[in-house]
C-alpha cells in the first residue's frame, strides 16, 4: 500500500510518502526564521507559506521516492487539531488529490499520529508494530503535553493534559522573559549543557498530585518574579547558563515523575514519548533512567518525526487502512480543536 501523506497544523510544511510501513520520502519546509523576528508563530504568515511550499515539496517527494502519482493507493492529512488556517492548507490540498486520482482520503489526528512515532525507527525510516505492546505515552510538544494510556493499536485513553501552559509553551515563554530567541526550547537545552540544574529552586507544579495534569503557567510566573527581582542574572552568562539549566530541570522533573508514576499504577511494561520537546537532551537521559529503575521499557521517537511531519501521518492512515477504519468524506472540513479522545 502507498499512502500520500501532508501535515500542515502549525509552522512547518510537510509531504510525505510511505510504502508498506517504510517511509520513501519524507520532506518538511520549517518557518522558524520567518516567525523567529515575531517571537512566535504567526497563523495567517503560516498559512501563506504552505501555499507556496505544499506543491514544491510534493513535486519533489515524487522525485526522491521515484513514485508515480497513479501508484498511489490513499491520500492522508492532518485534520487537527491545529491553527485553522494552517490546517486548512493542508487538508484541502490533499482531499483535491485524491479527489483527483480517485482514491480514498483519511484525516489524522495530529496527537493520535505521535502516538505511534515511538515505532518508528531504522534508516530509511519505517514502521515496526511486530512488537507493538499496550503503553503509557507521554506525548510533549509546543503547544500540547498529555498522557496517554495506548491499550491496543487503535485503541486509547487520555489520562491527563495540560490546564493551563504546556511543557513547550513553558520552555518558549520562560526563553523569552531571559531575553533568547524563538523558539527557546533549543537554546535553553544548549546553554544548559554547562549550567548547575540546581543553582535555583523553583517549583515543580502538580508533581505530588494524584491527577494526570499538568500546569506550567505557575513555573512561567515564579521565573518571571525571579528575573525581575534578579535582573542582573540575565547578563551574567554563566548565572543564565545556571538559569536555563534550573528551569529546564523544573519542567523535566515534572514530566518524568508523572509520566513513570501513571505507568506503574496502570500496570504497563512500556513508555512511549513522542512530540517535540522529547528532542530535549535531558528529559530523555532522565526518563531512560526514571524507567530503567523502575523496570520499564522506553520507546522514545526519533529527533526526525518527533517534530511535525508528515510521515507519522502516513503510517497511521496506512495502518488504520489496514484495520479497516472507514475513509474520511472529501467533504470533510478541519477540526482546531479536534480532542484526542
Avoid at 491553527?83 to 482520503?105: D, I
Avoid at 500540547?144 to 495506548?150: E, N, P, R
Avoid at 503557567?217 to 518574579?225: D, Q
Avoid at 552568562?237 to 522533573?253: M, Y
Amino acid at each position: 500500500m502507498t499512502v500520500i501523506a501532508f501535515e500542515t497544523s502549525c509552522d512547518e510544511t510537510s509531504v510525505a510518502i510511505v510504502r508498506d510501513g517504510v517511509v520513501l520520502a519524507n520532506l518538511v519546509s520549517s518557518q522558524i526564521n520567518l516567525h523567529a523576528e515575531y517571537g512566535g508563530v504567526v497563523p495567517e504568515l503560516a498559512a501563506r507559506e504552505h501555499l507556496r511550499n505544499l506543491m514544491p515539496l510534493a513535486r519533489s517527494a515524487f522525485e526522491d521516492s521515484k513514485i508515480d502519482p497513479s501508484s498511489i493507493d490513499a491520500v492522508a492529512a492532518t485534520q487537527g487539531p491545529g491553527l485553522p488556517n494552517a490546517l486548512l492548507a493542508g487538508l484541502k490540498a490533499a482531499q483535491a488529490f485524491a479527489f483527483a486520482l480517485e482514491r480514498p482520503f483519511l484525516g489524522i489526528n495530529h496527537h493520535e499520529a505521535h502516538l505511534y512515532s515511538p515505532w518508528i525507527a531504522g534508516q530509511p525510516l519505517r514502521a515496526d508494530f511486530s512488537q507493538f505492546e499496550p503503553n503509557l505515552s507521554l506525548i510533549v510538544s509546543g503547544g500540547h503535553t498529555m498522557l496517554v494510556h495506548v491499550e491496543s493499536e487503535l485503541k486509547h485513553k487520555v489520562l491527563g493534559s495540560t490546564v493551563d501552559d504546556a511543557a513547550g509553551e513553558c520552555f518558549d515563554k520562560t526563553g523569552k522573559l531571559m531575553g533568547l530567541a524563538y523558539p527557546a526550547g533549543p537554546i535553553i537545552d544548549r546553554l544548559s549543557t554547562e549550567g548547575n540544574r540546581g543553582a535555583y529552586d523553583f517549583p515543580r507544579p502538580m508533581i505530588n498530585a494524584p491527577e494526570d495534569d499538568f500546569s506550567f503557567s505557575g513555573l512561567k510566573t515564579s521565573v518571571r518574579y525571579f528575573i525581575r527581582d534578579h535582573p542582573g542574572v540575565v547578563e551574567d552568562p554563566a548565572e543564565l547558563r545556571n538559569l536555563c539549566a534550573s528551569v529546564q530541570a523544573a519542567i523535566v522533573d515534572v514530566l518524568v515523575a508523572k509520566t513513570v508514576r501513571a505507568a506503574k499504577r496502570l500496570g504497563v511494561s512500556c513508555v512511549t514519548a513522542s512530540g517535540g520537546v522529547t528532542c530535549n537532551r535531558p528529559l530523555r537521559k532522565e526518563l531512560s533512567e526514571a524507567c530503567k529503575k523502575t523496570g520499564l521499557t522506553l520507546r522514545v521517537a526519533p529527533t526526525s518525526v518527533c517534530t511535525d511531519n508528515a510521515a507519522m501521518i502516513g503510517l497511521l492512515a496506512e495502518r488504520k487502512l489496514l484495520h479497516n477504519v472507514a475513509p474520511t468524506d472529501l467533504d470533510a472540513e478541519i477540526l482546531p480543536n479536534w480532542v484526542l479522545a
